[in-house]
């Protein structure tokens, strides 16, 4: 102690910032896994610092993304969990923990899809190199078990509460609602987000990028304005054009889904009726598709 101040605190805070300068490093290079050691190294000196638990959960959802096997991607996503769980209990009001917690638990549930899938397709009992297939990491099995469609909302909204203009948050809310994985009794507490003017230049962007046959692009618009907006049935007609302007089996399925979300908003909407003849087509469902353009034409 010098001078009222604890010199080995202070140490140990200049110590945890060399390393996270090293972990930034790291990983602005890619380098994901030694960029998780620095930021461990790191929370060693100052255990109080929630940014450096932040710093390890995006490294693991990095590693997540990167990764092909099931089991350890399971993993990677699920230490990107615990990770963001130890930054929210160090500091339950920053906003980017909820968005790193969000995301995470997106993931976890995501790969664990991904590594159910690949358990019922193995056709041998071991893997191509005559090795057991590997298993997802038993230490975190609390962590796996935690996560949930419900849980994942409830993070997207506490942070809402906190930071309602939160694009990531929101974005994650709404890629929920695409899926149906989000509560049924959701609409008061949407209806409470709605911002429709800063839905308008969103929905711009998308109009300008499909004008231009970017269809991909638009989708992701009319998106991030749904995020804002989820009740406006003009979005989900939009992007309805643009899965069908991609002209994939997979994407008329989603254009099939959005015309049948804006017809559920907007059941006199002509041009929903068109939207969703149009991806009925492209599915290959002729008679539905001609039964859903007459009903267009009835309401014209």
Known sequence: MMDGVDVSDETGKEAAAEAKARGTTHFAAGRNEEAILAYKEAAS?????????????????????????????LDHAANALASANTCMSLNSSWVKGFVRKANAEAEVLSAIKKYEESKANRKEPTD???????????????????????????????????????????????LLRDEGNIA???????????????????????????????????????TAALSFNPFDHIFLSNRSACYAGLEEEEKYALALQDADGCLALMPKFAKGYSRRSAALYGLGRYVEAEAAAAMGLEIE
């Open 45 to 73: 000196h100052d255990p109080t610092d929630h940014v450096y638990h932040s710093n390890i959960c995006a490294c693991y959802l990095e590693l997540c993304k990167k990764e092909y096997e099931p089991a350890r991607k």
């Open 128 to 174: 191509f190199d005559g090795k057991p297939w590997p298993v997802p990491d038993p230490t975190l099995g609390a962590v796996v078990e935690g996560a949930s469609f419900a849980a994942c909302e409830a993070t997207c909204r506490a942070g809402l509460a906190l930071e309602r203009s939160n694009a990531s948050l929101r974005l994650r809310l709404q």
């Open 184 to 222: 049924p009794d959701a609409e008061e507490a949407d209806r409470a987000l709605v911002d429709a003017e800063a839905a308008a230049p969103l929905k711009a962007e998308g109009n300008a990028a499909f004008a231009a046959k970017r269809f991909e692009e638009a989708a992701g618009k009319y």
